[in-house]
């Protein structure tokens, strides 16, 4: 839909589409004892509690041109926190010329643009794998707007905000406003896909695959890290601490539990193949040492 600035200025009464952003980051950590994952969910909540998460939002506020008019927060025991902003029109203190244009948005500076009866939440969801030394830390964030921005404007500081490994958005445009003579506009700006409101450095970074249905506005976009580097994976060490094998193993189990977050689904074949390398290996130890000791190992 090709529409100048003046023809979305034209509209009878309010634009009531209603645009939301959901993005879920994922971060993920190897913790191979109880100490060491009790130390990275604590670390985890210091860093994300419900007072920066506040920060973060009121930023996101900020660039999307929106008034902060209640605040409602919670830290939560024993880990995750949650905020709720409720927001309205703010001052339009700037008007950029190429804000209808597909492109990333600003890093916190200045507001930039209006908008009316939204909100904008948080929550987060730390937990690990009981068995296999698996912990990750995931991120919700909301933002609902009514008027004339999108929240993707807001997309690139919120990958900014926080250390991904993972990542999926879903945006969509629902509802429907009027012009001036009536007709029904049911998105009032152009999008071929999240992607373009993502900076190019970051794209480069990132596996991304899209899922758009174009007729019914929603655009669905899901990242994975390319390169991997197992020293930002490990909490507390590095991994010249560990041997080869060690390395080889917590690689794999990093790298699967990423896959199945990315693709959304248990890939059962590596389990499978994981778990007959892990029972062959104990077996061979088995009868390595009954070898040598003459007996069953205890």
Known sequence: ????PQQRVELHG????????????YDICYTQTKEEREAYLEYIDEQYNADRLTKILKHVADIIGAHVLNVAKQDYVPQGASVTMLVSEGPVVEVP????????????????????KSHITVHTYPEYHPDEGISTFRADIDVSTCGEISPLKALNYLIHSFETD???????????????EGYKLFIDHDIS??????????????QMIDVNVYQEH???????????????????YTKDKLTEEQRREITESIQWEMDEIFYGKNIYQGSFVKNAEKAFRDNLEHEVQKKQTGKEPE
């Open 1 to 4: 839909m090709d529409l100048t």
């Open 14 to 25: 309010f634009n009531n589409l209603t645009k939301s952003l959901s993005f879920n980051m």
């Open 97 to 116: 010329e190429g804000v209808y244009e597909e492109s990333p948005g600003p890093l916190p500076s200045a507001v930039t643009l209006a908008l009316d």
């Open 166 to 180: 993972v990542m999926t958005m879903d945006y969509r445009v629902r509802g429907f406003t009027r012009d001036k």
């Open 193 to 206: 896909s999240i992607q373009n409101y993502i900076p190019d450095e970051i794209i480069d970074r990132y």
């Open 218 to 236: 929603i655009f669905h976009t899901k990242c994975k890290l390319r390169d991997f580097d197992l020293n930002n994976y490990l909490f507390g």
